[in-house]
């Protein structure tokens, strides 16, 4: 194919980095189908739209209000390579006029679900805690560690939240046949049950989980969610597992929950990161803490361009997409994200 | 029945304790079904050799060299409680009578995988190295940390040994769609394929393994089975998870990889314990260490219990034993096994 | 709620019967949640042209112009409960209105999936045909039938086209080990590979499947895919299973591969149904025969009525359909389907 | 190794044949381990006393009493490949002398899982009826003849009897998330737990199950254990496959329920074989007849020759066999088996 043949595509994928997300065979299978036009270091508005009236797909998520879509006369798809939906684009122009809005987010799922497992293993076991008093010669060894540990198989377990990162991590919960309820009010009690998983209500998933895993976006509904009555409601020894986003949670009710030993909990996400120097939180043994890590490895990010290269081909060929998330138009403008900085 | 009637089960379980293994229920399960001669503090050879020629089982394992055995003419089963075959057992002449030795292996052998898995996405993703790093107020944020993360989904895995160990492990990493090899030279090439499993000789293992888990127990063939030949052949970033028996490796020569920072590995099982107060292993970086914690948890524990009641009433009722394992002849004598202490 | 505040909802199934997709408690939650206009025996344009401009939704497949659509101004959601998307419809107009577009093809697929294992079961095992030979009296014991009997467990197993039927075959496959590859030129290679599966060319499945199920929709493209040079390709003793639409297949060279007895067959679909009464298929050996069938039972049916008050009730609330199956824009119109009568 | 360095083997595996078993390539094996005398065609009771004292191990199932056991001094296994364990061998003697009884029923399981799947599978939709209808142009097409047509998926299933059948079956139905119970005398409830089952009386499984699987071994106590008021107890439209031993079923009850179309049954086994000409089961519409044909394919027999080969070459690395069945001494002498023929 000629140049001119190859449908226009314009690469502005910040704050990705685009060799970040496309390996250089990736990379490569993007530029023989498509003429990309790579605007990664260029946010100079007026290049971006000297190029839009002949964009047959974006990468990126550049500000796209309805006079800018107005003149991408031939654009097909906008695909969002961050990871959450902004409300910079103007999305029911964008359907209407039949373009596809794709999201990148299961690019992230499984390195979320493994490393949510992880942080419910740890907690579980004690792993971290214990490797941090074999560095100050207070170890334990063979039972003397072990009071708290629990098995993960057969353990009541709760997923708050059915998306992207709870498909995720289901097969690795039910290798342990863990007895698991998921809450989500946005799903049908009867699509649950045909997809095998038993529904539950926020308050059962809290009284009777001893692993609980908070997968759950942000909406309006859903700002803290887990304030210290629900919190409240958790059985002793209960292990919370908090990888989604902050705002679901109170952090000071769970600060006092951890404080007292009642309850154990691996933290990924956090209302104000850095966490400040003098946090309490630093202090606390009942917590394992990680720093927004559980998504963003190398392997997410360049399945994010596999997926776009996949996908953008296939909607070049007259094919629907098959890899990337189709945004649904009832939600897309439910979400308050903000970008991970 | 009347007391008479119930067969005699002596109960000398050290260095188990009774009330660890038996919870109330499973006690009076016992209880219900034999008559329970309990010696766990009665250590006078003269009160064992009292009731053995009456015995119908023993839980535990006390010395039983062949003339001992010659006197218990109603013995059928052996219950080890411990989880390892020590040579104090004529097992020829046990075995010669008819008597059942049986196991408690497979009760730890959940504990133990789940702890494994624990450790690998420990490794793979710098939890604990994360977490005590935000104790000193190191902690890294979303990608810096990230830069050596790596999933466990198909990622290249191998096992060595298979065993309990390795059977409780695999579904686990079955989730994960790994590409598993095993090497065990116990187990015929096509019995490892008719399991759906990939053989693999010690060599291909250590070169292709990205998670390479040691579950092997210890015989005079296992000792030092990997040395610094062996570790030297892993690739760059391998993750070594090592859970089973301390013998099997070369410690130093695992320091030294370990020093280098070219591999990493979670550890449970150590030459000696306390490891010593100033050895250098404290102070590696990509070591996640534990303290010989692997299986011995309260679940763990109670199941042995539930165990040799389940058993103890088949072979009572004229049915095999299905929960406990049955010592195979052929291995029984070849364990280098030590009592943990 | 009161009856006006209820939308609006126009029940035109035909040629399904109202009845046979809603249970009493289905129907039931459809008429709590809406204002339901049964036109299922009202055929006048009329009636329903008159309710239109209230509707919130549209249960079954009446024809739908865009000067129709123009006068739906609240209507919401289509909801297809024949199985089929057929050209009666302006798809792109629906779109460009943000109407919903949804299918009940995945009621049918667990059905299709059972049924067309059993046709392979029974091909492979001769089941009919020994059941057939009992009742002349010529059946045969032991060993003697079963010369050409193989087993599914770790079989080569092809199939051609993975939607809704290769996605519920799949797991009912892969509890028999089976090697797996998958012929779908709608989807890019690495969209299997990321879901587990081995793509492969239609010439590789051909020529080395032991099974072969087709699953294929057709277009244009599809038509007549295995012809006598395709049918050619099977191996010796090859499985063939046709469960999705007849014109995929040339029957008058499959006829000759199966009176040959070099291959074996399952079909469900004809070109005419029913087949002619002196059809020459109606006395191969080497066929089982089947009136399509295979997705049609009660219990698919009933389940699309769940489907539909399930995504009916999501989308009222905002939130998206998750049980039915949204229509593809890029492939809404490619199906060449006319209805079953 | 020179001849005299390998162990001999007896081959006399009547009523097997050793084509049937050893492939070429297992013969080979066989061969290159040991020094095997080939006893096949060779019934001189002289010719095995002769070899017999040499002898490592003992292909077959000949007559083995406590005298001729006590003159094989080397003996070391006796491998069955008839399927079952028949009482003219003294097991008590060889136990005492250490000899393995391996059995190779394994080897079957899978062939009659399949078997027995594609039976159910048959009675649910009706596969083999219409097919018998097509061919005498009495078929029915679309919906007209799955008004009883039931799924797998989600059933109410049962299990009688939980050995290598079960084990076998269990992964296929598990695919169908069927709501599973088993009753099996011979295993603890807790075991059953343990496996991820649900255990659950007789009473139970006939009362509830839409599929019932027969899968038990014939004992003193198992014989008629499905009667004419234990049939009655079956739901209305039960399916029953029956595929281990016919002296387990009432076969006078199973016709009378069959013929009144309460209920639909699978059968592969019968309590005379070949059933009489006249037997009123062939004319019954319910029935899906098989002539002992579930378990003895050629893979099965394959297995056969591998099993042995592999767990002789063990034993002979002082090993403990992985593949065969190792007689449990507690069962091997409560069976009613006799030779299929």
Redesign the interface.
Same mark, same amino acid.
């Given at each position: 194919v000629t140049s001119s043949d190859r449908p226009l595509v314009i690469l502005q994928p910040a704050p990705q980095r685009p060799e970040r997300i496309f390996t250089p065979s990736a990379r490569a299978d993007l530029e023989s189908s498509f003429r990309v036009v790579d605007l990664s270091d260029d946010h100079d508005p007026g290049s971006f739209d000297e190029v839009l009236p002949e964009a047959f797909a974006i990468i990126g998520q550049p500000d796209l209000p309805a006079e800018r879509l107005a003149r991408a006369t031939t654009l097909r798809a906008i695909c969002n390579v961050e990871g959450n939906f902004f409300p910079n684009v103007d999305y029911?122009a964008a359907?209407?006029r039949?373009v596809q809005v794709l999201g990148c987010g299961p690019a992230y799922a499984?390195?979320v679900a493994?490393?949510a497992?992880? #942080?419910a @293993?740890?907690v579980?076991?004690?792993?971290?805690r214990?490797?941090?008093a074999?560095?100050s010669?207070t170890?334990?060894?063979?039972?003397d560690?072990?009071?708290d540990?629990?098995? @993960?198989?057969g353990a009541r377990v709760g997923l708050i939240g059915y998306g992207n990162l709870g498909r995720a991590l289901r097969? #690795?919960l039910?290798?342990?046949?863990v007895d698991l309820r998921v809450y989500d009010p946005?799903? *049908?009690d009867?699509?649950l049950f045909?997809w095998?998983l038993v529904p539950a209500t926020l308050d059962e998933v809290l009284r009777r989980s001893q692993f609980l895993f908070v997968l759950a976006t942000v909406t309006a509904d859903s700002e803290h969610l887990l304030g210290a009555t629900e919190l409240a409601r958790l059985p002793d020894g209960a292990r919370l597992i908090l990888v989604s986003r902050a705002a679901v949670v109170d952090y000071d009710a769970l600060r006092a929950e951890l404080a007292s030993g009642r309850i154990l909990a691996g933290v990924d996400v956090w209302p104000v990161?850095?966490?400040p120097?003098d946090d309490p939180y630093?202090?606390l043994e009942g @917590?394992?803490?990680?720093?927004?890590?559980a998504g963003?490895?190398?392997?997410a990010f360049h399945q994010i361009g596999?997926m776009v290269v996949?996908d953008l081909?296939?909607?070049a060929r007259?094919? *629907?997409p098959?890899?990337m998330q189709?945004a649904?138009?009832? @939600?897309v403008g439910r979400y308050r994200n903000r970008p991970?900085t």
């Open positions: 029911a359907f209407a039949g499984q390195a493994e490393y497992l992880g #942080l @293993l740890d579980a076991r004690g792993i971290s214990e490797d941090r074999f560095r010669g170890e334990r060894y063979v039972l560690g072990n009071a540990a629990i098995l @993960l198989r097969p #690795l039910e290798a342990f046949a946005w799903l *049908p009867r699509a045909e095998g990161e850095p966490v120097a630093r202090r @917590l394992v803490f990680s720093g927004h890590r963003g490895i190398p392997q596999e996949d081909r296939q909607i007259g094919l *629907p098959v890899r189709v649904a138009r009832e @939600l991970v």
